[in-house]
């Protein structure tokens, strides 16, 4: 039985932020992780994206800072959360202010790629939490903008993705400036050595908490292959796009070029589809992120770098139109669908010569990935690539040949409702 939040320790403005979000039950994570970190112990969280990680800190957190007001009369950073992309941080401080609407904490997201005046601006005013990126927070902490030895609390978050992307040393840096006597929760989805090695530097006999099992995707994910050959994947992606009930579909291209050219392709075909990647401004980025959340875009086309982070609700569908080089990329490429409590479906593209990634993939999760197929692509493509081409071109005229313009947000809610059904 799910225990509510009061039971576990959370009271006052952080319990009002938390049931005021929506939420009744905790999940695991939350129901795990809160009692410890509330009592001030260190903790090592070993979990997948989507299991509601980012509240299992996020709550007691802004409990201990709201229980034992600040020392100092001005304000000083009392809590700070390290996460590896712009997008993560920005998440972690929206998280911040829903949970914590009834607080008078202040908080602020600092990450590069965009102007550091009006981030300076804030700091002055004074925050109690900061969220950052590790290379824009060391170059303000250089400049003399940030003070980090009133931290009491240090999150990081998703570590081993920060260690893949070189910021260990980074992160050893920040650490040291923060005092002895922090409280420190460390999120990562998988325990590699330099992040036990970290953990074993940085925390003191922290409690470690795993969430389902470590190498296998989330339980609420439906997963397929789907058999195809280069040139019919843009043709059954149409075909599933108008036959499937989908909501919010994300889109997971190799290169950064295919994923400009599968949006180009999906819009000329009546479809509202926008893209992120890292050749992308910060401000496409979250205009891309804002519009696909907001439902102005049905589909988001992404790369595995610019993915990580991505938490939108109601993502009904994952694509793969690669496979996926890494094991480790499909599990994160398939966890942003059925996040939480709901669930969904990951279709991976497998062509030939793509067969080996999806045994590397097999072996990695100890799972056998049945195949999908779909009425007139649904031989085996070794077989009938040629007749399936013939199909193909005949059915890539379908999109609108009924004449009737479909809009991603029309489509959108006509899905829902099949789904309800
Ligand atoms: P996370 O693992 O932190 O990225 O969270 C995944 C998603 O779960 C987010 O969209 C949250 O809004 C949602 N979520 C977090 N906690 C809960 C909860 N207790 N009940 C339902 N959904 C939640």
């Not at 003399?144 to 040393?169: K, P, T, W, Y």
């Not at 999760?365 to 195949?371: C, H």
């Amino acid at each position: 039985m799910m225990k509510p939040f009061r039971t576990l320790g959370l009271s006052g403005e952080t319990l009002k932020g938390v049931l005021s979000a929506g939420y009744t039950s905790p999940t695991p994570i939350q129901t795990a992780a809160i009692p410890p970190a509330l009592a001030g112990r260190d903790l090592i969280g070993c979990a997948q994206t989507g299991t509601g990680k980012t509240a299992s800190f996020v709550l007691p957190m802004l409990q201990r800072l709201t229980e034992v007001p600040g020392a100092k009369k001005r304000r000083t950073i009392r809590a700070l959360v390290v996460a590896p992309t712009r997008e993560l941080a920005l998440q972690v401080e929206t998280a911040i202010q829903t949970y914590g609407a009834h607080t008078r904490l202040r908080s602020v997201a600092i990450y590069g790629g965009v102007g550091i005046p009006p981030q300076i601006k804030k700091l002055r005013q004074g925050v109690d939490i900061v969220v950052a990126t590790p290379g824009r927070l060391l170059d303000l902490m250089d400049r003399g903008n940030v003070d980090l030895s009133g931290v009491e609390i240090l999150v990081l978050d998703e570590a081993d993705r920060m260690f893949d992307m070189g910021f260990i040393n980074d992160i050893r840096k920040i650490v040291a400036r923060t005092p002895k006597g922090r409280q420190t929760l460390l999120f990562s989805a998988t325990m590699p050595k330099a992040i036990q090695e970290l953990t074993r530097s940085i925390q003191r006999d922290p409690e470690f908490i795993e969430i389902g099992e470590r190498r296998n995707p989330a339980d609420t994910v439906i997963q397929h292959v789907c058999r195809v050959s280069t040139n019919t994947k843009m043709d059954i992606l149409c075909h599933m796009l108008h036959n499937e009930s989908t909501d919010n579909v994300l889109i997971f291209s190799r290169t950064k070029h295919r994923a400009d050219r599968i949006a180009r392709t999906l819009g000329r075909k009546g479809f509202t589809a926008t893209v992120m990647h890292s050749n992308r401004s910060q401000n496409q980025r979250q205009r891309a992120l804002e519009g696909f959340r907001n439902g102005t875009f049905q589909i988001l086309v992404a790369t595995d770098v610019a993915a990580r982070g991505i938490d939108v609700d109601g993502i009904s569908h994952v694509i793969n139109y690669d496979t996926p080089r890494h094991a480790e990329d499909y599990i994160h490429r398939i966890g942003r669908t059925g996040r939480a409590e709901s669930s969904g479906e990951a279709i991976t593209f497998v062509t030939r010569d793509e067969e080996q990634y999806l045994r590397a993939i097999e072996r990695h999760t100890g799972q056998r990935l049945s195949n999908k197929t779909y009425n007139g692509f649904d031989a085996d493509p070794v077989e009938t690539r040629t007749q399936r081409a013939g199909k193909h071109r005949h059915s890539s005229a379908h999109p609108n040949n009924n004449g009737s313009a479909s809009s991603g947000r029309s489509r959108r809610g006509d899905s829902r409702r099949r789904r309800s059904r």
